[in-house]
């Protein structure tokens, strides 16, 4: 089991990220909230992973806290949620907002994440609420990028809103759903924090 990698972020096109350790590089799938987390390309990262093991592929899944990454495995054990929607639903809220959605029995806030129905919703809130593993509640986000800036021309920054609709999609939601999420968000923001911006919105309805 691979649990944890340390080296250099060499590539990042949401939701996929490329580490190289040693001379290896680790093709990663991470949530939108580690992804707007991590610095510039080139510069050190060390990420807690999980790694799942299929008949045709062995994937591996990175996470900047390590609550996070326990979050999605408890989140994976619940019956109907696979990876990849156990990182829709960390993309579009962090752990502190899942807790509360889930103490709170609000259903309505978690069937805005893609991929999740009222009755996912409700049996995420069953299931979930006596397998939360025994951590404090996690701090306010904070992330270092967000909010980051692309430089550059009109070229570069279409790159950038296109990369994000395209990234809203991997993610479970239809690219009609995605360009409106997206609609206002500043288009000098990076990548990952239009992202992050447009899965904020959705999520505050």
Same mark, same amino acid.
């Given at each position: 089991m691979i649990g944890r990698l340390r080296g250099t972020l060499l590539d990042k096109q949401p939701p996929w990220l490329v580490v190289d350790v040693a001379g290896v590089g680790y093709e990663l799938e991470a949530s939108m909230t580690t992804l707007v987390a991590l610095p510039g390309l080139g510069e050190q990262i060390s990420l807690f992973t999980h790694l799942t093991v299929r008949d045709d592929a062995h994937l591996l899944y990175g996470f900047a806290r390590e609550q996070e990454r326990a979050l999605f495995r408890a989140l994976i054990r619940v019956n109907g949620i696979g990876p990849k929607l156990a990182l829709a639903i960390l993309s579009g809220m962090d752990e502190a907002a899942f807790i509360r959605c889930v !103490? &709170? &029995?609000?259903?309505?806030?978690?069937?805005?994440?893609?991929?999740?129905?009222?009755?996912?919703? +409700?049996?995420? *809130? *069953? +299931? !979930?609420? &006596?397998?939360?593993?025994?951590? +404090?509640?996690p701090l306010g986000m904070g992330l270092p990028g967000e909010g980051a800036t692309v430089p550059g021309s009109t070229i570069t920054r279409q790159t950038a809103w296109a990369d994000a609709e395209a990234a809203l999609v991997s993610l479970g939601y239809k690219p009609m759903e995605a360009a409106k999420m997206l609609s206002g968000v500043d288009e000098t923001l990076s990548t990952e924090a239009m992202i992050k911006a447009a899965l904020t919105r959705r999520l505050a309805g």
């Open positions: !103490m &709170d &029995d609000d259903v309505k806030s978690l069937t805005r994440l893609p991929g999740v129905g009222k009755k996912t919703a +409700e049996r995420l *809130i *069953i +299931e !979930m609420r &006596d397998r939360f593993p025994h951590w +404090e509640q």
